[in-house]
């Protein structure tokens, strides 16, 4: 913890990080062997909270900054640009895992556009500790999709929101 002089009040630590992840593809998506790397129990709201992509077949070059004025807030912005791995890669999304006839969360889409560049998105989240047992969130996510989106979504922006309130029994 860091103490305001100028104030005598308590502040917890805040941070500033960059990264580039990069997940690796099919070096032939056409031999009839998957070879992907695929994360067994998918879930993208750890990295990126809007769950477009996968960390499969795909590179991820991010900055965020998390400001924590006090305790118990926590104020995150982030901003990413998310690529194919490689141009004859699939694009896989995921949402965390479910069960359905034909995957498991994960829904891989062919690229039409022979490019590599998917989308470039913007996450700002707000989190707040109410108590012992409760805490609440809001966030907004906002992406426009490049060449790979628009050759499959022709009007290739997203918003994703959401509030929720969290309840330890």
Known sequence: MATTPERGRTRAASGFRAGYDVYSGDGNPTDNKHQTFAPLLNTPR?????????????RDLFVQAIVRPDKKTTLRADLHRVTLDK???????????????????????????????????IDVSADRVLDKRTSASVYVGHLLGNTVVKGIYPDSKGFFAYGEINYKL
């Open 46 to 58: 750890i990295y990126a909270r809007t769950p477009f992509f996968a960390e499969a077949n795909s």
């Open 87 to 121: 141009a004859a890669d699939r694009w896989y999304a995921a949402g965390g895992p479910f069960l359905s006839a034909r995957s498991f969360g994960l829904i891989g889409r062919t690229n039409p556009s022979g490019g590599t560049a998917l989308a470039d998105m």
